[in-house]
């Protein structure tokens, strides 16, 4: 088709392309003939694991995705639920590991970069963003330059375009020392009536390229880099990272706002992985029309770009947008005024084909369907790992006895995973458009939400991510129903209702049969606890290949939740707020050592069985939250996580603004370790100023519930019933502890 | 009515309005970077927090010579009173309205945190409402937020007493460890000879509401609504 000298297109070159032979013959059944060099790179892309889905797509089509909130459920950029009164949140996770790994910096900014473009892709005004973050341990100091780059990245773009970072989840743990994760999440908010889909309709209407230039950054970053395992040559792929340019960024999305409030554009997408190709190929297929493209029209950065270089470019910062005809100029005279480019490089057209052309020539003709929709749907063998039930043996009578509670607790409160995150989020804007109610630090975020014109609404949502990967190793269907259940009982904490989900699904190499069994198990459990929990997941990414020279990462499904409160006001935060408070246990404490940070930190043994997940109760408790905290009888709740009850009474005392102590009595008849640091699921330590009231609540609604002391005093005392305590310490000096776990480790050489 | 400016990069450019109309009651409006004058019924100039052109040459250098800044820089001459927070701090010193620079935080990191701060002066048109040697709680967000000026600078503004802000701790002491940033004498706030320029680093439009960050930052906010409202006290 072309004289140009470009590669003869021939099976090692398909395969070199990450193609399989079955694919490639495909390819050329499709198309009946063999494909250019171009379409040879678009079906690459668009058939890699990073764009398709393949290996998950099979899985995540059992997954609950509607209910009576759900207005957009996975499909689009992003999902959206209705929050009543015309409003609707849009919300999704993704992630970025592979980049951030190569270029901790760049990888995580344009991590956030893209999560905020398909937030208001959707026309939603991003108002809230959560990250993920999981590394290797700090004593690695790879690892402390990996988090420092993080952060710097994350709190770098995010910052800059003005979009909160109200929480987020850190751990450290040594199956990321050779891949760490960056699953970052935003959410926006639309009136329901102005959601944009990626949609290129109407014959003739002209499609329109705004934004950055097209450099060669990022070319296969999505189909090479995300879509194969790491090796010791993993570092040759940083020309696939890209580069990020928040202050592009933030122009983009006020200029995108502006033109998505008129009625000229009818679809518009943001050029993400595999960049100009995805994005148009998408919009064809939405809408079941073609695409007409003139690459000499697009904007570029450099010189010489081959067609090649231009489809597959993943240059940061650029939109797609389908306008009616007649109106182009209104559209494009918003972002000149915003100083972006933005120019017609195309037309839709009614026949299912993408046609391309670059100095006249014809360099892509082929139909859109099979590219888009017609991707390959592996079914992949699955296997039980051989050792599965070797790992969750646990013999608890075999620990060596603990001698000292109180130096126990402190070296939990020292550890890296349960100290104070504030080193990372004090390095983000928590703040920025004034509607934070709570911020990083709690169980999970508040935010007020204002209608898209600024007008204050009394109500709020909130927003927590959650998976403890330990669990999700021992036994990926019960770790993954606990991440929902966590996420879903974090949001309860502040008295919200518990609306939908998202999720990050982080895996090793699919090709592994044990590794695909973690994924169908854990996409199991999503499934299950998103049914039972009334939760509907609306949108969601899938990130396999995080693994290095054949060591895989623990299965890290991470489920973030997304709850609405009526009245902002009336809320509940994590800390102790008063003294003389009850301070009331929701759920009941059972023995259950498995899988705890406790046994991992202290005894260093990882194994056993993850604590059981009780959804029934789950779904009581969630509702028991709502109506304490909207009554005024619960003042705070915090949940009962990593580190177990000791742990929670500890945070209670003194994340809050004022240090507040607490005499705490337990009756309970099991081990002293599994009733202060075990993690048993489904409950919550509550302070109430009218703890009859509450009592009677929780006996109504069948919430297991009971006093187990009072706030008050500079110490937090943990005891028997008339015995000694197994815990008395000042609340400070057990701050200081938890406050200096990550800024001590960064300090060293 | 309060004018707005709003730089391509402004993040805090709606909040301060929301302060400004739905909190204290008063007309504010953006004011686009390109315009070479002001609406005719401004009656103060609010320059709002942000990443003004990115601040990737040096923050607020770009914006300085935005051409609304031009009219602005003439709305101060003219006596009119001219706020700028944070980014509209850095824009301040780059167009020489205000004397001395803010420089990268010692600890070279993004802070973003509640601190306090010493009102140093009660004077209107930006601290009438605040009695001077109390102490304000008001939230800092910025990776180059540390006050520096040449040490006769720093001698006139003490001399003067147009220190306004020190960054203090919770009891009004100023201290080393009450510094953030590492700024000079704990400058979080300076104005100019005339009294009618005043740039500080933290956010008082993120402080108006008690349950959102506390209402602190009505005292200068507030303050310019009385003054701008002719009930200086």
């Not at chain 1, 592979?98 to 991003?126: C, K, N, W, Y």
């Not at chain 1, 009336?570 to 023995?591: I, M, P, S, W």
Request: proline residues 6%; negative net charge; hydrophobic residues 40%.
């Amino acid at each position: 088709m072309s004289a140009r000298r470009e590669p003869e297109v021939d099976l090692a070159l398909a395969r070199e392309h990450g193609l399989s032979d079955g694919e490639y013959a495909e390819i050329l059944t499709i198309l009946g003939r063999t494909p250019s060099f171009s379409e040879l790179g678009i079906f690459s892309v668009m058939w890699s694991e990073h764009c398709s889905y393949k290996s998950s797509k099979k899985y995540l089509k059992r997954l609950p995705t509607e209910g009576p909130c759900v207005l957009q459920g996975p499909g689009e950029n992003a999902g959206a639920v209705s929050i009543g009164d015309g409003l609707a949140v849009v919300f999704k996770i993704e992630s970025h590991n592979h980049p951030s790994f190569i270029e901790p910096v760049q990888g995580a900014a344009t991590g956030v970069g893209g999560i905020l473009r398909d937030i208001f892709t959707m026309g939603a005004r991003p108002v809230a963003s959560l990250d993920s973050l999981r590394f290797g341990p700090l004593e690695d100091p790879k690892h402390r330059h990996l988090l420092r780059g993080v952060v710097h990245g994350v709190g770098g773009y995010g910052n800059a375009v003005g979009v909160a970072t109200v929480g987020g989840e850190t751990t450290f743990h040594e199956c990321y020392r050779g891949n760490i994760l960056v699953n970052a999440f935003n959410l926006g908010v639309v009136e329901q009536n102005r959601i944009f889909k990626a949609r290129a309709t109407g014959l003739g209407n002209p499609v329109i390229y705004a934004g950055s230039r097209t450099g060669r950054d990022g070319i296969h970053g999505a189909s090479l880099l995300a879509s194969a395992e790491f090796d010791d040559s993993s570092s040759a792929k940083r020309p696939t990272v890209q580069v990020g340019d928040p202050f592009t960024e933030k122009c983009l999305i006020e200029a995108c706002l502006e033109v998505m409030s008129g009625d000229a554009v009818v679809g518009i997408q943001d050029m993400g992985a595999a960049g100009l190709t995805c994005s148009s190929f998408e919009m064809a297929s939405h809408a079941g029309t073609g695409i007409e493209l003139d690459l000499d029209l697009v904007p570029q950065r450099e010189s010489n770009m081959t067609p090649y270089e231009l489809l597959l470019s993943e240059s940061q910062e650029r939109m797609l947008l389908v306008a009616q005809a007649g109106r182009e100029d209104e559209v494009l005279s918003v972002y000149r005024r915003w100083g972006l480019e933005a120019v017609v490089v195309g037309r839709v057209t009614d026949d299912g084909r993408m046609r391309v052309r670059w100095h006249g020539e014809k360099v892509v003709d082929i139909p859109v369907d099979p590219v888009a929709r017609l991707s390959p749907e592996l079914d992949r063998p699955t296997r039980e790992p051989a050792d599965w039930l070797e790992r969750q043996k646990l013999d608890p009578s075999a620990l060596a006895p603990e001698s000292d509670w109180n130096e126990a607790l402190a070296r939990l409160l020292d550890s890296p995973n349960l100290g104070s995150k504030a080193w990372l989020y004090r390095q983000y804007d928590q703040l920025v458009q004034g509607d934070t109610l709570i911020g990083p630090g709690g169980d999970a975020a508040l935010v007020r939400i204002k209608r898209m014109d600024g007008t204050p609404t009394r109500k709020a949502v909130a927003l927590s991510v959650d998976c403890n990967p330990r669990w999700c190793w021992l036994d990926p269907y019960a770790g993954t129903l606990a991440a929902v259940a966590e996420a879903v009982r974090n949001v309860a904490c502040t008295g919200a209702r518990p609306l939908a989900l998202t999720n990050c699904l982080n895996f090793g190499n699919p090709e592994r049969p044990e590794i695909m069994w973690e994924f169908a198990e854990a996409t199991r459990g999503l499934g299950d606890a998103a049914s039972e929990l009334g939760t509907p997941v609306v949108s969601g990414n899938v990130s396999l290949y995080n693994e290095t020279s054949g060591r895989a990462i623990y299965p890290t499904p991470t489920v973030a939740a997304v709850g609405l409160l009526d009245d902002y006001a009336r809320h509940a935060v994590a800390h102790f707020r008063a003294a003389g408070r009850t301070v009331v246990l929701l759920g009941e404490n059972r023995e259950e050592l498995g899988g705890s940070t406790w046994l991992a930190e202290r005894h260093g043994i990882e194994a056993g069985r993850p604590p059981a997940v009780d959804l029934a109760h789950e779904r009581r408790l969630a509702a028991l939250l709502a109506e304490g905290v909207a009554a005024g009888s619960i003042e705070s709740a915090h949940d009962i996580s990593d580190g177990g009850l000791a742990v929670a009474l500890a945070e209670c005392c003194f994340t809050g603004p004022a240090q507040i102590g607490a005499e705490i009595e337990l009756a309970d008849a099991i081990r002293a370790d599994a009733l202060l640091f075990g993690e048993t699921t489904g409950r919550v330590i509550c302070a109430s100023a009218d703890a009859d009231r509450l009592l009677a609540l929780a006996a109504r609604l069948g919430v297991p519930a009971r006093r187990i002391g009072t706030t008050g005093g500079e110490r937090l005392r943990i005891a028997p019933r008339a015995a000694e305590p197994w815990i008395d310490a000042p609340v400070a000096s057990l701050r200081e502890i938890w406050a200096r776990a990550i800024p001590r480790r960064l300090e060293e050489p | 009515m309060f004018s707005v400016i709003q730089l391509p990069g402004s993040n805090d450019d709606r909040d301060l309005r929301f302060a400004l109309k739905s909190v204290l009651g008063c007309a504010a409006e953006l004011v686009w970077h390109e315009q070479a004058s002001l609406p005719s019924d401004t009656r103060a100039v609010l320059i709002p927090g942000g990443f003004s052109y990115g601040d990737y040459l040096r923050c607020g250098a770009m914006a300085a010579y935005a051409p609304v800044m031009a009219a602005v820089r003439r709305f101060a001459d003219a006596g009119g009173p001219v706020l700028g927070i944070c980014n509209g701090f850095q824009v301040l010193c780059e167009t020489g309205l205000l004397p001395g620079a803010l420089v990268r935080n010692q600890g070279l990191n993004f802070i973003c945190d509640f601190v306090h701060v010493r009102v140093e002066r009660s004077a209107p048109p930006f601290t009438s409402r605040a009695r001077a040697g109390s102490t304000l709680r008001l939230p800092i967000k910025h990776g180059e937020g540390a006050y520096f000026a040449r040490p006769d600078e720093l001698a006139t503004l003490e001399r003067e007493g147009r220190v306004l802000l020190r960054y203090c701790d919770a009891r009004g002491e100023v201290t080393p460890e009450a510094n953030p940033n590492g700024a000079l004498a704990n400058v979080a706030g300076v104005c100019n000879a005339r009294g009618n320029v005043f740039g500080l680093m933290p956010h008082p439009e993120h402080a108006v509401d008690a349950l959102f960050g506390g209402e602190d930052g009505k005292a200068i906010l507030g303050s310019l609504v009385d003054a701008v409202r002719g009930g200086a006290r």
